[in-house]
């Protein structure tokens, strides 16, 4: 069965686990957890399917409920969130989708959360050369009003080899480029939540189409691929 909805028994199940984050109790609810993983990950092939009208989708990933503790202070076993990504296709599209489901604490993200050290010093070189489409392109009202400002981590001054006094040296510092959107439980549970991931989804193409012009390019404009 296809799920366009997110079931309030989801949120209440990860209610539940974040009270008893533990094997025995996991094992005990293991078959409701199934039941909700797939209902969640039908959910999630759903965003594909609505990406796939304006947008080339390479892979979609659901995220394992289990946590990788080993370099963890927090030791308990089990994420208490449901969480997917979507990859854009190819080289000559760059970038990812991610959506992730947790009561109080639901949000989408899009852009570029860990670009390789060549696509970083591309991206900066550019906005280095010239920033301004890229400041009116995050700028842009459309954009703007569904999600706000550009945020990731930076460096604290300048990266290697940038000058610190630039211009526009508040968007080199960038090691991320990337946006998000928080979700209230409300409106994650709402039966118009598919409609607005993917209207927010619609709404960063502009931001991700300069993305790949500028990296499938030099500096020159010439294509790289």
């Known amino acids: 069965m296809s799920n366009s909805t ?94 992730h489901l947790t009561p109080g604490g639901s949000l989408l993200a899009t852009g570029f959360w860990a670009p390789n050290k060549e696509d970083l010093f591309r991206i900066r070189k550019e ?20 999600w706000g400002d550009l945020a990731g981590d930076a460096v604290k001054t300048a990266p290697k080899g940038f000058d610190r006094e630039h211009p526009d040296i508040d968007l080199i510092r960038n090691k991320q480029f990337i946006f998000v959107r928080n979700f209230s439980d409300k409106e994650v549970l709402s039966d118009t939540f598919l409609q607005e991931v993917d209207k927010s989804y619609r709404a960063i193409r502009p931001f991700f189409d300069l993305m790949s012009d500028i990296l499938t390019t030099n500096l020159n404009g010439e294509s790289i691929l």
């Open 6 to 99: 997110i079931s309030k028994d989801a949120f209440d199940f990860l209610k539940d686990l974040s009270k008893n984050n533990n094997k025995d109790w996991f094992e005990q609810h293991k078959p409701t957890f199934k039941a909700h993983e797939k209902a969640v990950k039908s959910f999630f092939e759903n965003v594909k399917n609505e990406l796939s009208h304006h947008d080339e989708i390479e892979k979609m990933k659901m995220f394992r409920i289990y946590r990788d503790v080993r370099f963890s202070k927090d030791k308990t076993p089990y994420k208490t969130h449901f969480a997917g990504s979507f990859s854009r296709l190819g080289a000559h599209l760059r970038g990812g989708y991610y959506i």
């Open 127 to 146: 906005l280095e050369m010239d920033a301004s489409e890229f400041r009116e392109v995050i700028s842009n009202k459309s954009l703007k009003d569904v």
